[in-house]
Structures are given as C-alpha cells and as structure tokens.
C-alpha cells in the first residue's frame, strides 16, 4: 500500500495531478454557506468532468462509489491530531490534507 498527499494550496485551486499513473485534473472550492465546506471535481486533462461536488469528510473512501471511473486507489482526508476532524477553511492544505492510497 502507497499513500501520497496531494498537495493544497488552502486556497480555492485547479491542478493536475497523476494519481496511479494517470493524469487528473482537480479542482478544489470551498463552500460557504451553512452544512457547506471544501468540494473537490475529478476532470480528465482535457478537462472532461468525471466526477463533480465532491464534499471533503473524513472517515471514507471518497472514490468508494465511483470504482467504475477505474481510478486505481482511494481518496481519504485526515486532520492532524483528530484524524476525524472536518477541514476548515483555515486548515486545508497545512493540518487537514488529501490523500491519495493505492494497493
């Protein structure tokens, strides 16, 4: 099992990133408004929605619903000292953090 961070900036971003030999484009945004938070969409490069509206909650598998994507791992978010603790949006990219685990 490899687990990688996916880097954050904190900040609302679009990158790309190769998760499990496969070029992605992610886009992360916050929400603000009551029950809202990070989001994060999974794009092709050429930008090609895959997966949108994704909410940041720790203690799952992010992807878990979407394995017919054939994205060859899991996304999980943790915080630093409660690793059940919800991302601000303070702490994304510096205590909370994305992570991505293949086998």
């Keep these: 099992m490899t687990t990688y961070e996916i880097p954050l900036s904190g900040e609302p971003e679009n990158f790309t990133v190769s ?6 484009r992610i ?8 029950e ?12 090609s929605a895959l997966i949108n509206g994704i909410p940041l909650v720790t203690g799952i598998d992010l992807l878990r619903q979407y394995k ?3 994205i060859a791992g899991e996304l ?14 303070d702490n994304l990219g510096t205590a909370s953090h ?3 685990i293949t086998e």
């Design 36 to 47: 809202g938070g990070w989001i994060i969409d999974i794009a092709t490069t050429d930008g």
């Design 76 to 89: 999980w978010v943790g915080t630093d000292g409660d690793i059940d603790a919800v991302p601000t949006y």
């Design 19 to 24: 998760l499990a030999g496969t070029e992605y």
């Design 27 to 34: 886009s992360v945004w916050y929400k603000n408004v009551d």
């Design 98 to 100: 994305l992570y991505f």
């Design 68 to 70: 017919y994507l054939g």
